[in-house]
């Protein structure tokens, strides 16, 4: 995937110019290289943001130059708008190990889930890995169809990941695990004192 970009000039606070353009204002940084103000069409990084997420490297052009290896590190959204106001990029090293944060995805069925004694409850949503750059995985699955209790759950040590990639994390962590489902009780009223008495009165009256 490849992102194209220019040179900034303007910042701080004359930055909403750019945006008032569709220019989308960006900083790129990296433990080799000093950062360096850019910026770049809005639209085109929402489209390419849409595929690599904070998982996937990017190709960033910079004026027709070399491409940077980055990833995107950092999204500023504003809570008004919903819209991107700032992103920063990370210039990584292909051949160093990092750490990132990888999206969970729950896959499969579980039977006391299919019985409906129990409900999915995915207690993590991204696991921190380490390895390089080329190898970071899109997703992680978390495969539930061998749960077969109640209270049962998938744990980190249980998770399966790619060669080369670590989990930062405590093995014994639970991703995802079977909530046991409550059975709504319905209450039956109990009947007034005196109307308990006059039933129970009523035979002998009778007789």
């Not at 405590?170 to 039933?199: C, H, I, M, T």
Request: hydrophobic share 45%.
């Amino acid at each position: 995937m490849q992102l194209n970009a220019s040179k900034r000039e303007i910042t701080g606070k004359a930055s909403r110019r750019l945006r008032h353009h569709g220019r989308l204002p960006a900083v790129i940084y990296g433990s080799r290289t000093a950062a360096a103000s850019i910026e770049l069409d809005a639209h085109e990084f929402e489209r390419v943001y849409a595929r690599s997420g904070r998982t996937q490297l990017i190709d960033l052009v910079i004026e027709s130059g070399r491409p940077h290896k980055v990833l995107v590190k950092e999204v500023q959204v504003s809570p008004r708008r919903n819209n991107v106001l700032h992103v920063d990029f990370h210039q990584v090293s292909l051949s160093e190990r990092l750490q990132v944060d990888v999206p969970i995805s729950v896959t499969g069925e579980a039977e006391p889930v299919r019985a409906g004694e129990a409900d999915v409850l995915q207690v993590m949503h991204a696991l921190k890995v380490e390895c390089v750059p080329t190898l970071i995985p899109e997703v992680i699955e978390a495969d539930i169809s061998g749960l077969a209790e109640v209270d049962a759950a998938v744990r980190v040590a249980d998770l399966h990941l790619p060669a080369g990639v670590t989990a930062v994390a405590d093995q014994d962590e639970v991703v995802v695990k079977l909530a046991g489902r409550r059975v709504a009780v319905e209450e039956v009223e109990a009947p007034p004192a005196e109307e308990a008495a006059e039933a129970a009165e009523a035979p002998a009256e009778e007789g």
